[in-house]
């Protein structure tokens, strides 16, 4: 069975720090590993996608995520907060047929 | 104009009435889902369909049904409404399955539904 494990709930950022957030997945086979962001009142927008080759994946509005086979982990960083980036984060892990869900980290920032 | 769409984008309903929530697709994708968002949980797959004759349940299927209308169109429905259905529904699409690639699913905006 897939599943996806986010640790953090809630995570409180000040404005210019960095972030990470953490993910780590179960999955029988070679993962198909995203991750998406929920702004308040949104839909979800996919931020990057891991599907195989270089571990370390660069995604839109300057997130990153490092996929670790030996740690099944897939955690999200960005190096410098900006107050738009207050949102949902939710990591995901999928094969051919469906995605599977963390149950999101909310990302607050603060000035 | 959005690549998927959703109506209605909020709907407040009472217990026992039926509800159908809708979404439709510009995008040309085989695959089609529906999800429930609840705080704390994420989101939890309902069904999912890979083309007009082929529907599937997903983890959370019970008190729901779907239609797929056509490729571009698969509704919801929730044939008595309880309140502990009350939840954001999103819809989402995703092309066929490729050799060496997953495609990502591409979400619509969501429906808020409550019932009281």
């Known amino acids: 069975a897939q599943s996806v494990t986010q640790p953090d709930i809630h995570i409180t950022v000040s404005e210019g720090a960095s972030l990470e957030l953490r993910c780590n997945y179960s999955?029988?086979?070679?993962?198909?590993l995203f991750w998406y962001v929920q702004s308040p009142g949104q839909g979800l927008q996919l931020l990057l996608k891991y599907f195989s080759g270089d571990t370390l994946v660069q995604g839109i509005k300057g997130f990153e995520a490092e996929f670790k086979r030996s740690q099944s982990s897939f955690n999200l960083r960005k190096p410098s907060v900006h107050w738009s980036d207050a949102a949902e984060y939710f990591c995901a892990v999928g094969g051919p047929y469906k995605l599977s869900f963390g149950a999101g980290t909310t990302v607050t920032v603060r000035a | 104009d959005a690549d998927v769409t959703q109506t209605p984008r909020n709907r407040i309903t009472k217990t026992g009435k039926r509800i159908m929530l809708e979404c439709s697709q510009t995008?040309?994708?085989?695959?089609m889902y529906w999800y429930r968002q609840d705080p704390g949980l994420g989101l939890r797959l309902i069904y999912y369909?890979?083309?007009?004759?082929?529907?599937n349940k997903g983890e959370i299927s019970d008190g729901y049904s779907v239609s797929r209308q056509a490729q571009a169109k698969f509704s919801l429905s929730l044939e008595s409404a309880i309140p502990n259905q009350t939840a954001l529904y999103f819809c989402a699409t995703s092309d066929s399955w490729t050799g060496g690639s997953y495609n990502e699913q591409f979400f619509g905006p969501g429906t808020r539904l409550t019932v009281l």
């Open positions: 995008k040309g994708h085989d695959r």
């Open positions: 999955y029988g086979a070679t993962p198909y």
């Open positions: 369909s890979f083309d007009v004759k082929d529907i």
